[in-house]
């Protein structure tokens, strides 16, 4: 193809984008609405079936429709950039978590991610920023840019956020079922990362109710699991690890229970109040 073809081809698919925008703008195709299918359009339009694709992407990638592998292409709604950023954020963290996307990976850039999950370019762009304040992924530099990478084991706050999830997919998927017993050294040697990360990660899990804390007959201490969902679970009665269900109930300290309660707690509180501090910096970085 010359130059000429080329650029009648380009200007002929922002054409047939430019008119549905008009038409979407106009409210002749409404929120939710099927858009006509590629034929139609070629048939509409008189041009070729790549042309109408490049007219789509584009149109995709700005926002104003979103595609549903086997349903068709839709004018978006308000809801359909809540549920695509959910299925983008949601894939991406799993894929962190379960090791697709290893410790160090660079991600593929926005506009492959946008045309994998067929999602407009903004939606990946908030999915990534929202997965690098939460600890899991980076930029050069801390600068949003092309270049995103799953953060390493060394950087602050990972290897808490790595273990924590996949300790929560463990639960959930069973491989850690209900009365497993685990140490900190324990998650330490399975997962990742240094007992430190581990033992907050543990300490987030018993917050959320996931897992309970149980002392050994030796003096030691275990984290023994309890349920699967935030919320969700079911109290079930937690023996000691290692100790047999006869074997008579033991009264820990009241004062060194709230002793380790209150250590754990501000504990708790110095992390959210690190979160807090970072997103605050993030947020003044893009106001300037």
């Known amino acids: 193809m010359d130059m000429a073809a080329a650029d009648e081809a380009r200007l002929t698919f922002e054409r047939i984008a430019d008119d549905l925008r008009q038409q979407i703008r106009g409210g002749e195709l409404r929120p939710g609405q099927l858009l006509p299918t590629q034929s139609q359009l070629m048939q509409t339009y008189k041009a070729s079936s790549l042309t109408v694709q490049k007219a789509i992407r584009l149109l995709r990638n700005e926002g104003w429709v979103i595609a549903r592998q086997g349903r068709g292409t839709f004018v978006t709604r308000s809801a359909d950039f809540e549920d695509a950023f959910e299925k983008v954020a949601g894939d991406l963290q799993q894929q962190v978590y379960s090791g697709a996307l290893a410790p160090g990976a660079r991600l593929p850039a926005r506009e492959v991610l946008a045309e994998h999950y067929e999602v407009p370019l903004n939606v990946v762009t908030n999915a990534i920023a929202l997965l690098a304040g939460n600890f899991l992924l980076r930029y050069p530099g801390e600068l949003p840019g092309d270049e995103v990478y799953v953060r ?55 917050l959320e109710g996931r897992v309970k804390k149980a002392h050994r007959p030796n003096g ?24 047999s269900p006869d074997t008579p109930k033991r009264e820990f300290p009241t004062e060194a229970g709230l002793a380790d309660l209150t250590h754990r707690l501000e504990r708790a509180l110095e992390r959210i109040g690190e979160l807090e501090e970072r997103v605050e910096h993030l947020e003044g970085r893009d106001a300037d």
């Open 220 to 243: 030691s201490m275990a984290y023994v699991i309890v349920g699967g969902e935030f919320g969700t679970e079911v109290p079930v009665p937690v023996q000691p690890a290692n100790e």
């Open 152 to 206: 390493d084991w060394d950087d602050q706050g990972f290897a808490t956020q790595l273990i924590h999830g996949r300790l929560v997919q463990k639960i959930r998927d069973g491989s850690l079922s209900r009365g497993t017993a685990v140490t900190v050294e324990e998650v330490a040697d399975r997962i990742g990362g240094d007992a430190e990360a581990a033992d907050q990660a543990l300490t987030y899990l018993a």
